[in-house]
C-alpha cells in the first residue's frame, strides 16, 4: 500500500503497529497529483520554490515474503489537502516541517494520537503546481522525463 491515511493509519491493523515504533522521513523535491484539465484530468507536479528537498512522513515495515526473501516496504502518509494543493486534489502527502523530524523518528513507542499533531496539511512555503505529461502515470517511464512540462490543458487554463 503506497499510502495511508493520516487520521486512520492508528486504526488500520496494516499500519498501526509501525505508527507506533517504525516511522520514517522520505525525502522528496516534489510529488504528483492528478487533478482537473479542461475536458478531463491529468498530472501535475508540485514542488517548492527552486525545488527545495522536504520530508513526507512515512511508516516501514520488514516483512517475509512468499519465496522466503526478506521485503521492506514502506508507505507515505497523507492528509487534507492545503490551500496550494486544494484546487487539484484533495488530498496530500503530510510534509514534515524541520523542527518536526525528530519527533516522528523518535524510536520511543507512542500511541497514536500523540502524533496527530504533527499529521497536518502543509503550512509553509507555496508548493508551485505545473502540469507535466501523462507519461508519470505509466511504469515504462522512471527518467526525468516525467518532469516534462506539458502542453497546458484545452484553452491554456489551469484550475487555480
Known amino acids: 500500500?503506497?499510502?495511508?491515511?493520516?487520521?486512520?493509519?492508528?486504526e488500520k491493523r496494516a499500519f498501526g503497529a509501525a505508527l507506533r515504533a517504525r516511522r520514517c522521513l522520505v525525502p522528496a523535491d516534489g510529488f504528483y497529483e492528478w487533478g482537473p484539465w479542461e475536458g478531463g484530468r491529468g498530472p501535475y507536479h508540485l514542488e517548492l520554490e527552486g525545488g527545495a528537498l522536504f520530508a513526507i512522513?512515512?511508516?516501514y515495515e520488514r516483512w517475509v515474503g512468499p519465496g522466503g526473501e526478506i521485503v521492506d516496504s514502506c508507505t507515505l502518509l497523507t492528509t487534507d489537502a492545503n490551500a496550494d494543493v486544494r484546487p487539484i486534489h484533495d488530498r496530500m502527502p503530510?510534509?514534515?516541517e524541520r523542527g518536526a523530524y525528530a519527533a516522528w523518528l523518535d524510536p520511543k513507542p507512542?500511541?497514536?494520537g500523540e502524533l496527530a499533531p504533527l499529521l497536518a496539511p502543509w503550512a509553509g512555503p507555496p508548493l508551485?503546481?505545473?502540469?507535466?505529461?501523462?507519461r508519470v502515470n505509466r511504469v515504462a517511464f522512471d527518467d526525468p522525463s516525467c518532469l516534462d512540462r506539458a502542453a497546458p490543458p484545452a484553452q491554456g487554463r489551469l484550475p487555480f
Open 128 to 134: 508551485r503546481p505545473r502540469p507535466v505529461a501523462d
Open 1 to 10: 500500500m503506497i499510502n495511508a491515511r493520516s487520521e486512520t493509519v492508528g
Open 57 to 59: 512522513a512515512g511508516l
Open 94 to 96: 503530510v510534509i514534515l
Open 110 to 112: 507512542v500511541q497514536p
